[in-house]
T-cell receptor, first 114, second 113 residues
Framework: DSGVTQTPKHLITATGQRVTLRCSPR?????VYWYQQSLDQGLQFLIQ???????AKGNILERFSAQQFPDLHSELNLSSLELGDSALYFC?????????????FGPGTRLTVL | AQSVAQPEDQVNVAEGNPLTVKCTYS??????LFWYVQYPNRGLQFLLK??????LVKGSYGFEAEFNKSQTSFHLKKPSALVSDSALYFC???????????FGSGTRLSIRP
């Protein structure tokens, strides 16, 4: 158990809908990262937050947004969902934003868009 | 731009034999290199990393990796494979000056009894 929690575990929704994925980092970790894992695209970095501020952006669509709250938990909002958004979404955390720090991954949220 | 390549989609090894999972990278400046493992229906788990210093890095579960600057490689190795090592392995790279980490496409390791 990495200490990173994600809810929900599974989410099934329809095209055009909006969902929110939640992540709680390990105790003491200030940095949160979001990733998308799909069969055809592998593991894609979406966005990173450090202590409430956005630090880095990857291949995140404009329909997606995220934030990190004062208690350090983070939410990833996905809107106008398309079939291609079906994937595993992982959250990871690290103790600081130092570039040599390893990340600890949550168990993921499996999103299915029908 | 930084990139990482795992040239083999799948590696098959007999239990007890040595294993190697390959990774090559491209970054500007000094690299930070990582290996992660993913078991079915689980998140990624950190195995080991190279930041600086000794080129041979030892990690969890008996795995090690060798940083080779001239060949820009960071291959994962284990002297004697176990069936329980069967999983998906990801190499990742982050330039010391960059904010993003890039993951390879993953290599599925299959250890037969």
């Amino acid at each position: 158990d990495s200490g990173v929690t994600q809810t929900p575990k599974h989410l099934i929704t329809a095209t055009g809908q909006r969902v929110t994925l939640r992540c709680s980092p390990r105790s003491g970790d200030l940095s949160v990262y979001w990733y998308q894992q799909s069969l055809d695209q592998g593991l894609q970095f979406l966005i990173q937050y450090y202590n409430g501020e956005e630090r880095a952006k990857g291949n995140i669509l404009e329909r997606f947004s995220a934030q990190q709250f004062p208690d350090l938990h983070s939410e990833l909002n996905l809107s106008s969902l398309e079939l291609g958004d079906s994937a595993l979404y992982f959250c990871a955390s690290s103790v600081e934003e130092g570039r040599g720090r390893e990340q600890f991954f949550g168990p993921g949220t499996r999103l299915t868009v029908l | 731009a930084q990139s990482v390549a795992q040239p083999e989609d799948q590696v098959n090894v007999a239990e007890g034999n040595p294993l190697t999972v390959k990774c090559t990278y491209s970054v500007s400046g000094n690299p930070y290199l990582f290996w992660y493992v993913q078991y079915p229906n689980r998140g990624l788990q950190f195995l080991l990393k190279y930041i600086t210093g000794d080129n041979l890095v030892k990690g969890s579960y008996g795995f090690e990796a060798e940083f080779n600057k001239s060949q820009t490689s960071f291959h994962l190795k284990k002297p004697s494979a176990l069936v329980s090592d069967s999983a998906l392995y990801f190499c990742a790279v982050r330039a010391s000056s960059a904010s993003k980490i890039i993951f390879g496409s993953g290599t599925r390791l299959s250890i037969r009894p």
